[in-house]
């Protein structure tokens, strides 16, 4: 009596990557890095330019609880945010997931553990030769076992039991964003996916019950974009996996893609109210002065972990004193200063390579 393999119960398997699709120079300058050891190596990864300028992972699991407990659903959830100067929105669809246990459904907006499991395959992506660009079907995504993932997030300090990994993966392959921009002039644009625009496992057994079956994640569009445009920057992944707070890693990120001139004497400044509308994580303060406090938190987090050499701020007051904004001052600490000329010359590596590509294939052939 044979075996029959069980799919994931997903509702869109990926076709499975040629062998081609794992090789060719956009892969190659993803997983290039510049660094003096491999020990250095390990702790880089890469951060994308418009898509980890998307906030996506804004709601809590307490939050939700919250919504489920007072409408018994979890709404459409609407964003506005810029990104370098243009106004977009997001609106995001959760996740309904069925617990094969109750057989009850529940409904999930992608949230901090989503955020940790997506960094933690785009470093496998970009460490090991799991990942695939498929430029003729222009998708790309990462082959990996439930094993490599979980013992990735272990080593970050971010331990996570294989069903709270499957949840994870399931609620970033099913819920929906879209991302709309107008142009102030009655022009509109949008673009709506998935997280993960795919998802596959294949075991002889229960995923749940297999840590060493092979699944494909498909990454967004906009991740492909990005690999293809080379709009993404080395940074300090083992640092930023290590901060507490889900604010400071989102600090860490945008001060990765925007703090490119960064040096001991060259501050860069940053507002309270800029950081409450572009991340959305700190809507849930019901009072502004908590939420200040919280991203003074944040950004007292940076200075230990030696991103920031220090930090200084100015409140904004209106009328009858009260805060209208906050002013911050930020000052690079030496070693995100050294990251930042590394991404800086790693980058400019990776565009002249592409160029040069660029002009070998367009240049006329000798007969």
């Known amino acids: 009596m ?3 393999k069980k799919a994931a ?3 869109k398997p990926v076709v499975p990557p040629s062998e081609a699709d794992f090789k060719g120079q956009q892969l190659d300058l993803f997983r290039s890095f510049l660094c003096n050891s491999e020990d250095e190596r390990a702790r880089l990864s890469n951060t994308f330019d418009l898509w980890d300028s998307v906030p996506r992972y804004a709601v809590s699991r307490q939050q939700m609880d919250k919504i489920r407990k007072a409408k018994g659903f979890l709404d459409l959830q609407q964003v506005e945010f810029q990104y370098r100067g243009t106004t977009l ?5 959760a996740a309904r997931v069925l617990d094969e246990k109750t057989g009850m459904s529940k409904d999930y907006y992608p949230s901090a553990t989503e955020e940790l499991i997506e960094d933690a395959l785009r470093k496998i992506a970009a460490d090991q030769q799991n990942a ?5 079907n222009f998708r790309s995504g990462v082959v990996f076992t439930l094993y490599m993932l979980r013992e990735e997030l272990k080593k970050r300090g971010h331990t996570r039991s294989y ?3 499957i949840l994870s993966l399931q609620i970033l392959a099913r819920s929906t964003i879209e991302i709309r921009t107008t142009d102030g002039k009655g022009g509109e644009a949008f673009a709506v996916s998935s997280y993960f625009s795919g998802l596959s496992a294949v075991t002889k057994g229960r995923l749940a019950e297999d840590p ?3 699944w494909i994640v498909q990454f967004h569009p906009l991740v492909t974009q990005e690999i293809d445009a080379l709009t993404y920057r080395q940074f300090n992944y083992a640092q930023m996996m290590s901060h507490r707070t889900q604010l400071a890693r989102w600090l860490h990120k945008q001060l990765s893609l925007k703090f490119t001139f960064a040096s001991l004497i060259t501050p860069f400044e940053m507002r309270y109210r800029t950081v409450r509308r572009d991340s959305a994580l700190l809507d849930s303060y019901g009072r502004e002065r908590k939420a200040i406090e919280a991203l003074d938190a944040a950004l007292d987090e940076l200075v230990t972990a030696r991103v920031l050499g220090k930090f200084e701020k100015k409140s904004l007051l209106g009328l009858r004193g ?3 904004d906050v002013v911050y001052t930020l000052f690079a600490s030496s070693e995100f200063s050294h990251d ?8 400019q590596i990776a565009e002249e390579r592409q160029t040069e590509t660029g002009k070998l294939s367009t240049a006329p052939k000798n007969r």
């Open 2 to 4: 044979t075996k029959t």
């Open 9 to 11: 119960d997903l509702d």
């Open 89 to 93: 929105k997001t609106i995001i669809q």
């Open 132 to 136: 695939f660009f498929d430029r003729p």
């Open 163 to 165: 069903q709270e990994i």
């Open 212 to 214: 060493h079956a092979k």
């Open 322 to 324: 009260k805060v209208e």
């Open 340 to 347: 930042m000329k590394a991404a800086n010359k790693r980058k």
